[in-house]
């Protein structure tokens, strides 16, 4: 995957010890960099971040992401729910 001009959140439950492994496969793959998602980390183009296994992924104002510990959702932990309901939907009229 060549460099984009975004950033590319991945939420897939997986076991902890997964975590890194899976970000060092997918670096060898892609020319973006390729991260474990902190708490308060704003998003950078050109950035893959991971959710962690076991915390909750969503964003603030589509900028930021928060990291949080809360109940499964939908049997999942992270849950892409979480994240998909942070999102601010904006539409611009042309």
């Known amino acids: 995957m060549p460099v984009l001009n975004a950033a590319v959140l991945i939420v897939q439950h997986m076991p902890k ?9 997918l670096d060898k793959t ?3 960099t390729v991260k474990i998602a902190e708490n308060n980390e704003f998003l950078k183009h050109g950035t893959i ?7 909750h992924t969503r964003l603030i104002r589509n900028k930021q992401i928060e990291l949080y510990d809360a109940d499964k959702v939908n049997f999942c932990k992270p849950s892409i729910d979480v994240t ?3 999102l601010i939907i904006c539409y611009y009229l042309t």
């Open 30 to 32: 892609t020319d973006m």
């Open 49 to 55: 971040y991971i959710a962690p296994s076991e915390m």
């Open 17 to 25: 010890y997964i975590n890194e492994s899976f970000a060092k496969a």
């Open 84 to 86: 998909m309901q942070s």
